[in-house]
């Protein structure tokens, strides 16, 4: 007889600890979640199907609860048979609410109910959900199950769901059927609560629905209306303005209503710019993939477009034909300013010349026509136009009454303008750049009083006039003079005729 080797032992007893561990699981009843022998699970739809149509309520004893009040929960499922639940709570608090996770508050069951509790530390009598420990006879067509809550100690909005199996009791997966139902309550409002309805996208309009909220003010992505026609998109709630992107944005049952209708080019970089030679369609303004013209000079790139903004990139942002026009690095002043040949470029100073009257700055200085013989003497550059009259120095003092080349008229004892020079002259612009002189306002009687009045703004007149103001025995001589010179040509007027022969 052959003795077994101490291998052959070995693999033995491998084999005999194996078939030990395999019928004690088998023998040994295993954690009821979510049904009888199965596995966790949130809902029971994925290995019992059915059609998802189980009737079933959760009823709260109360519907404004108090910051650490206890309240009794009853689910009840329509089933011919039996039915299984699985109960748990969510919680949303005010949208500017604590940043830690809410207390879902605490579930205790009853005995009787065929009821567990879970928490994170396992199963007991109390935990943060519920499910049955084994499915649970129906009385009348309707199982209940019965179990309470204590609040949290935080004012929120609390929603209690219910996920449950309505069974047919024999022990397959088919015929049985499975169904949802929510309710909620709020926690420690000062009165009563308010109904808030799921805003899914944020826009401020919500839709109601199961998942509506009771709580005192409403949560994130909760609104106090209900009359979202897409709550899947932003862009769309009652009272938003029409846009052109084939949505009804204003929730009117019309899409792009109320937009004027243009035609439009094709648009391949959705720029809003079409460009030359491609598709055209006729509608509103604004929708992608159409723009407005055709003179988008690279359909590419959704920066080049017209009324771009040029910048020194070495392309013609702005559809001018031009690159990088007005934006190239520049140095230097005046006559010496250079632009530099590319972006990165090095920009190279120009050299100055002479300051000329021309109303630019040609010496690099910063300043324009500052020089002061940049024009003839007697002339003064004024808006880059040698101007006479204008910025002219002042004449040289007259010479003495009796030196020089003698008085030119004198009346009353006082010198008068002498050949060296003209009284000063004043000027007044006239127009833009051009000037007439403006004879001096004083002068003396019977002497030199002004200068006569210049035709021509470019005509500098000087001399002297007889005075204005003469005194009452010069205007005496001088009509008499006049009258003797009458009667004289009116008596020769008469001798002359006997004279002839």
């Known amino acids: 007889m052959l003795q077994p080797s101490p291998q052959m032992w070995r693999r033995l007893a491998s084999l005999s600890l194996a078939i030990a561990a395999g019928l004690f699981l088998l023998l040994t009843p295993l954690a009821v979640h979510a049904r009888a022998g199965g596995i966790a699970a949130g809902s029971c739809a994925g290995c019992h199907g059915g059609s998802g149509d189980a009737k079933v309520t959760i009823e709260p004893s109360s519907l404004d609860v108090a910051f650490g009040q206890t309240i009794q929960l009853k689910v009840s499922v329509e089933t011919p048979r039996v039915a299984g639940m699985y109960l748990y709570t ?47 006879s129906a009385q009348n067509g309707v199982t209940t199950f019965l179990v309470n809550w204590t609040a949290p100690q935080k004012s929120c909005g609390v929603m209690f769901t ?27 409002c000062m009165g009563p609560g308010t109904v808030f309805f799921r805003d899914f996208d944020g826009d401020g309009h919500g839709v109601s629905g199961p998942s509506s909220l009771r709580a005192c003010t409403p949560p994130k992505y909760y609104s106090a209306v209900n009359d979202d026609c897409d709550d899947n998109d932003e862009r769309n709630f009652p009272g938003n303005t029409e846009k052109c ?5 204003n929730c009117n049952s019309m899409v792009d209503d109320g937009l004027a209708n243009e035609t439009l080019y094709e648009d391949g970089d959705k720029d809003g710019y079409g460009k030359f030679g491609g598709m055209t369609h006729v509608g509103c303004t604004g929708m992608a993939g159409w723009g407005v013209g055709q003179d988008d000079c690279d359909d590419t790139n959704p920066t080049v477009h017209p009324n771009a903004t040029e910048t020194c990139n070495g392309l013609d942002d702005d559809c001018d034909t031009r690159v990088d026009d007005g934006v190239l690095p520049e140095c230097g002043l005046g006559w010496c300013r250079r632009l530099a040949y590319s972006c990165g470029g090095v920009c190279t100073v120009g050299q100055p010349r ?39 120095p002042p004449p040289p003092p007259p010479p003495p009454e009796t030196g020089g080349n003698g008085p030119v008229l004198s009346s009353g004892g006082g010198p008068a303008m002498s050949s060296g020079g003209a009284p000063p002259v004043s000027s007044t612009p006239v127009g833009s750049g051009s000037t007439v002189p403006k004879p001096p306002t004083t002068g003396t009687s019977g002497g030199a009083k002004a200068l006569a009045p210049a035709t021509d703004s470019n005509e500098n007149v000087s001399g002297c006039s007889i005075g204005g103001t003469s005194s009452g025995a010069g205007h005496s001589l001088l009509t008499l003079g006049l009258i003797i010179a009458a009667g004289s040509r009116f008596r020769r007027q008469r001798i002359i005729p006997h004279l002839r022969p």
């Open 162 to 188: 219910a996920n449950v199996l309505a069974a047919n009791g024999d022990g397959g997966r088919g015929g049985d059927n499975n169904g949802t139902a929510q309710a909620s309550v709020s926690v420690g």
């Open 90 to 136: 969510s919680i949303a608090c005010a949208a500017d609410g604590d940043p830690s996770t809410p207390d879902p508050g605490t579930y205790q069951v009853l005995n009787g109910q065929q009821t567990i509790a879970i928490s994170g530390s396992g199963e007991g009598p109390t935990g943060t959900s519920v499910e049955h420990s084994s499915p649970k």
């Open 245 to 249: 992107d084939l949505r009804d944005n």
């Open 354 to 392: 002479a300051e000329t009257c021309n109303y630019f700055d040609d010496d690099c200085d910063g300043l324009i026509d500052e020089e002061p013989d940049l024009c003839p003497p007697g002339q003064g550059c004024q808006l880059g136009v040698c101007v006479v009259g204008a910025s002219v």
